[in-house]
């Protein structure tokens, strides 16, 4: 049975943002990683062994679902009855930390591609008949696997402490790191594999190191964890197996799709990964565990969930434990990537990629995308490529009037170096939210969300939770120095202010059924001068 291995990172000065650099490639003196011990050495020693410290972990935890209130129930109808912790609600901003073992080689095609993304490069790298992208061959060579980025993945500028810095400078109120995709590699100390950052490089707990400095922070610690893997090794009768996940062969949790075991070939795919008789059973399940045990998340971000059910995904089976260890204690938050009966029906959130909701949800939800559109570090990434800081603030503005969170992809390289593109918008961001995040955090969705303004743009409504004040958000300067905003009801006796500005503005109203009112912005004020570089935010007291 593997040994849990205990590991404290040494001090060591991390610069998180030195631009980007030259063209990923196979370095000079380029070596194979071989790991110490092979999947068929596994299987031998240590699989009988994980698999029975699976089955008490599963006990375990069967044990606090049935005392707690939250049930794994294939309806749905208990964990229906969770509710998203207002902190969550108040948050608005988030980033989602798109940082692996991808990271090394950082390609993906240009534009919008959902299955072809920089964070999938390590399964695409094989396509179908089992040779690689003509991309992989050119720049890194026929004879290197997916493994050799292993040890290329040297987080070697990546300082934990001075990310939650720059967190708190751009404004962020919780962070979910990419834990696991679908190479399997994870990024904490997991007692079910050695495959994971502390037995194989960098030799660091690396969420260990940011949940601690996030926490000092006040940030609230994400996990996201794609459910399915390229491939997995399988004991089936004693024989070792590999089960495969494509989207063209959709496996069966009790049984996968399930080819021979090829050592030449798996051995240098999968490393570190020991074999086990169910997947799910016996290492989804209790290395989740392992994780809420330990490590205490405050959100479960589940992904490439959509081959089965909740139920069969064993994923409403997780979250119940994840939500009655919870229970009475702290506010958790999971989203709704359960299974294929799940999204947009069920979870504390939903999930959105690359689309505003339209409509205001009942439901709160969460859009979460790049920059650009480059799920990875990608190394062709640049101006050209990624929406600007003020589009960036925009989108911000709507998802949040329209009763949702952003969370924004931040794209290290596999050094943890964060390009200067990415970091200049993070920082334009935070600027904003300095002026302005009065309007956003702590807000509800106003009654009207937006409205036609007399400047032909849209001008966006967000309001205090407690429903005292309106923020008027208005993205364009008005030439005449006068807005015109409908539905407004402000109190006559109380003051209208720009954020930012400190003298009180001008106003009057008409009354009627759909009242407006006019605000003359301050005399002289200008695009130039005044307190933020675009989205300004007007905020009245309602009536």
Same mark, same amino acid.
């Given at each position: 049975?593997?040994?849990?291995?205990?590991?404290?990172?040494?001090?060591?000065?991390?610069?998180?943002?030195?631009?980007?650099?030259?063209? %990923?490639?196979?370095?000079?003196?380029?070596?194979?990683?071989?790991?110490?011990?092979?999947?068929?050495?596994?299987?031998?020693?240590?699989?009988?062994?994980?698999?029975?410290?699976?089955?008490?972990?599963?006990?375990?935890?069967?044990?606090?679902?049935?005392?707690?209130?939250?049930?794994?129930?294939?309806?749905?109808?208990?964990?229906?009855?969770?509710?998203?912790?207002?902190?969550?609600?108040?948050?608005?901003?988030?980033?989602?930390?798109?940082?692996?073992?991808?990271?090394?080689?950082?390609?993906?095609?240009?534009? *919008?591609?959902?299955?072809?993304?920089?964070?999938?490069? &390590?399964? *695409?790298?094989?396509?179908?008949?089992?040779?690689?992208?003509?991309?992989?061959?050119?720049?890194?060579?026929?004879?290197?696997?997916?493994?050799?980025?292993? =040890?290329?993945?040297?987080?070697?500028?990546?300082?934990?402490?001075?990310?939650?810095?720059?967190?708190?400078?751009?404004?962020?109120? $919780?962070?979910? =790191?990419?834990?696991?995709?679908?190479?399997?590699?994870?990024?904490?100390?997991?007692?079910?594999?050695?495959?994971?950052?502390?037995?194989? %490089?960098?030799?660091?707990?690396?969420?260990?190191?940011? *949940? /601690?400095?996030?926490?000092?922070?006040?940030?609230?610690? !994400?996990? $996201?964890?794609?459910?399915?893997?390229?491939?997995?090794?399988?004991?089936?009768?004693?024989?070792?197996?590999?089960?495969?996940?494509?989207?063209?062969?959709?496996?069966?949790?009790?049984?996968?799709? +399930?080819?021979?075991?090829?050592?030449?070939?798996?051995?240098?795919?999968?490393?570190?990964?020991?074999?086990?008789?169910?997947?799910?059973?016996?290492?989804?399940?209790?290395?989740?565990?392992?994780?809420?045990?330990?490590?205490? %998340?405050?959100?479960?971000?589940?992904?490439?969930?959509?081959?089965?059910?909740?139920?069969?995904?064993?994923?409403?089976?997780?979250?119940?434990?994840?939500?009655?260890?919870?229970?009475?204690?702290?506010?958790?938050?999971?989203?709704?990537?359960?299974?294929?009966?799940?999204?947009?029906?069920?979870?504390?959130?939903?999930?959105?990629?690359?689309?505003?909701?339209?409509? /205001?949800?009942?439901?709160?939800?969460?859009?979460?995308?790049? +920059? !650009?559109?480059?799920?990875? $570090?990608? #190394?062709?990434?640049?101006?050209?490529?990624?929406?600007?800081?003020?589009?960036?603030?925009?989108?911000?503005?709507?998802?949040?009037?329209?009763?949702?969170?952003?969370? &924004?992809?931040?794209?290290?390289?596999?050094?943890?170096?964060?390009?200067?593109?990415? &970091?200049?918008?993070?920082?334009?961001?935070?600027?904003?939210?300095?002026?302005?995040?009065?309007?956003?955090?702590?807000?509800? %969705?106003?009654?009207?969300?937006?409205?036609?303004?007399?400047?032909?743009?849209?001008?966006?409504?967000?309001?205090?939770?407690?429903?005292?004040?309106?923020?008027?958000?208005?993205?364009?300067?008005?030439?005449?120095?006068?807005?015109?905003?409908?539905?407004?009801?402000?109190?006559?006796?109380?003051?209208?202010?720009?954020?930012?500005?400190?003298?009180?503005?001008?106003?009057?109203?008409?009354?009627?059924?759909?009242?407006? +009112?006019?605000?003359?912005?301050?005399? !002289?004020?200008?695009?130039?001068?005044?307190?933020?570089? $675009?989205?300004?935010?007007?905020?009245?007291?309602? #009536?």
């Amino acid at each position: 049975m593997k040994t849990k291995l205990l590991f404290a990172a040494a001090g060591f000065h991390a610069i998180l943002s030195m631009g980007q650099g030259p063209q %990923p490639c196979r370095p000079e003196n380029f070596e194979s990683f071989r790991f110490s011990y092979s999947t068929e050495q596994l299987a031998k020693n240590s699989s009988a062994g994980i698999m029975k410290k699976a089955a008490e972990a599963r006990s375990q935890m069967e044990e606090v679902i049935k005392k707690g209130p939250y049930k794994p129930d294939g309806n749905y109808n208990k964990l229906d009855r969770h509710h998203l912790p207002e902190w969550f609600k108040d948050a608005k901003f988030g980033v989602f930390l798109d940082w692996g073992i991808w990271s090394v080689p950082g390609y993906g095609r240009q534009g *919008y591609h959902g299955n072809y993304y920089p964070d999938t490069y &390590l399964g *695409y790298m094989y396509n179908n008949d089992g040779t690689k992208m003509d991309y992989h061959k050119k720049y890194w060579g026929e004879d290197f696997e997916r493994d050799d980025f292993i =040890p290329l993945f040297t987080a070697s500028r990546f300082n934990a402490e001075e990310f939650a810095q720059w967190c708190v400078k751009w404004g962020v109120k $919780y962070v979910v =790191p990419f834990c696991k995709h679908g190479d399997g590699f994870c990024i904490w100390n997991n007692s079910y594999t050695f495959r994971d950052a502390v037995d194989m %490089p960098p030799h660091r707990d690396l969420l260990g190191e940011m *949940y /601690n400095a996030f926490r000092r922070y006040g940030i609230k610690c !994400g996990f $996201y964890y794609t459910v399915y893997e390229f491939e997995y090794p399988l004991l089936a009768k004693g024989n070792l197996y590999v089960g495969n996940v494509t989207a063209q062969n959709a496996p069966d949790p009790s049984r996968q799709e +399930m080819t021979p075991f090829d050592p030449r070939k798996h051995n240098r795919r999968m490393s570190g990964k020991i074999p086990v008789e169910n997947y799910l059973t016996d290492y989804f399940v209790p290395s989740l565990k392992e994780v809420i045990d330990v490590y205490d %998340p405050d959100i479960l971000w589940f992904d490439n969930e959509w081959y089965n059910t909740g139920e069969k995904n064993k994923t409403i089976f997780v979250t119940s434990y994840f939500y009655n260890k919870a229970e009475g204690r702290k506010e958790v938050a999971v989203n709704d990537r359960f299974g294929t009966d799940s999204r947009e029906l069920h979870g504390d959130f939903y999930t959105s990629e690359y689309h505003v909701i339209i409509e /205001n949800r009942d439901h709160y939800w969460e859009e979460n995308r790049p +920059m !650009g559109y480059s799920y990875g $570090y990608n #190394w062709e990434d640049n101006d050209s490529s990624m929406l600007s800081a003020e589009r960036l603030i925009e989108m911000l503005v709507r998802v949040v009037a329209r009763n949702g969170n952003l969370l &924004l992809m931040v794209c290290p390289d596999g050094e943890g170096r964060i390009p200067a593109e990415q &970091l200049a918008r993070m920082n334009e961001m935070g600027n904003w939210l300095k002026v302005n995040g009065e309007a956003i955090y702590n807000t509800r %969705p106003a009654p009207k969300a937006c409205d036609e303004s007399n400047i032909g743009d849209h001008i966006w409504y967000t309001q205090s939770k407690d429903g005292k004040y309106t923020y008027v958000h208005f993205f364009e300067w008005p030439s005449k120095g006068f807005l015109i905003f409908k539905n407004a009801r402000p109190k006559w006796e109380k003051k209208t202010y720009l954020l930012g500005c400190d003298t009180p503005l001008v106003w009057w109203a008409t009354e009627g059924k759909e009242p407006y +009112m006019y605000v003359e912005l301050p005399h !002289g004020m200008t695009e130039k001068t005044a307190p933020c570089k $675009y989205a300004w935010v007007i905020k009245y007291e309602n #009536w």
